[in-house]
T-cell receptor, first 111, second 112 residues
Framework: KAGVTQTPRYLIKTRGQQVTLSCSPI?????VSWYQQTPGQGLQFLFE???????NKGNFPGRFSGRQFSNSRSEMNVSTLELGDSALYLC??????????FGEGSWLTVV | GENVEQHPSTLSVQEGDSAVIKCTYS??????FPWYKQELGKGPQLIID?????GEKKDQRIAVTLNKTAKHFSLHITETQPEDSAVYFC???????????FGIGTKLQVIP
């Protein structure tokens, strides 16, 4: 069974630009959640989607948004990038929202 | 919301010794406690988990214990090996729609 797939793996963006990250969950998993990982802050929850509906949202500004499609694939978008948005963005999928399985992440560098 | 505290933040052990990582949680409704191992450049990997109706669970060299009364849970790794070196995260969730909340992580170094 294929794992969680995230694309792109690495990207560099300039301040003020926007970025879209993609996630394909494990087959059969309807819950997709996103986390931001930075050295000082650990794993910070961004949001969780289940059957195209956002069920939970973390404490991030409105520049961070996401969506889920009918095939459970998900995207997250960050607009007006800031230097502090440089991080590893992790997608995780789950059957029930509790036992979550992570992808390898997308490394975002904002310059 | 849930708050998970994890310690120590770093841990060095000699190969063959045991390692223990401890976590506490705040929400008494939490009932699921997974542990993840993250190697350099990779995403976190689920290594073991425990539910609130169980006090201890073992899988070869790793075990997790849960004390619901004290809201503590711990990861025990016995006979450590160099390949156990990684960052370990504990987490807690309340079942249903509640999000998974992670501890800050413990960097484990196993010295050959």
């Amino acid at each position: 069974k294929a794992g969680v797939t995230q694309t792109p793996r690495y990207l560099i963006k300039t301040r003020g630009q926007q970025v879209t990250l993609s996630c394909s969950p494990i087959s059969g998993h309807r819950s997709v959640s996103w986390y931001q990982q930075t050295p000082g802050q650990g794993l910070q929850f961004l949001f969780e989607y289940f059957s195209e509906t956002q069920r939970n949202k973390g404490n991030f500004p409105g520049r961070f948004s996401g969506r889920q499609f009918s095939n459970s694939r998900s995207e997250m978008n960050v607009s007006t990038l800031e230097l502090g948005d440089s991080a590893l963005y992790l997608c995780a999928s789950s059957v029930d929202g509790n036992t979550i399985y992570f992808g390898e992440g997308s490394w975002l560098t904002v310059v | 919301g849930e708050n998970v505290e994890q310690h120590p933040s770093t841990l060095s052990v000699q190969e063959g010794d045991s390692a223990v990582i401890k976590c506490t949680y705040s929400d008494s409704a939490s009932n699921y406690f997974p542990w993840y191992k993250q190697e350099l450049g990779k995403g976190p990997q689920l290594i073991i988990d425990i539910r609130s109706n169980v006090g201890e669970k073992k899988d070869q060299r790793i075990a997790v214990t849960l004390n619901k009364t004290a809201k503590h849970f711990s990861l025990h790794i016995t006979e450590t090996q160099p390949e156990d070196s990684a960052v370990y995260f504990c987490a807690a969730s309340g079942g249903g729609y509640q999000k998974v909340t992670f501890g800050i992580g413990t960097k484990l170094q196993v010295i050959p």
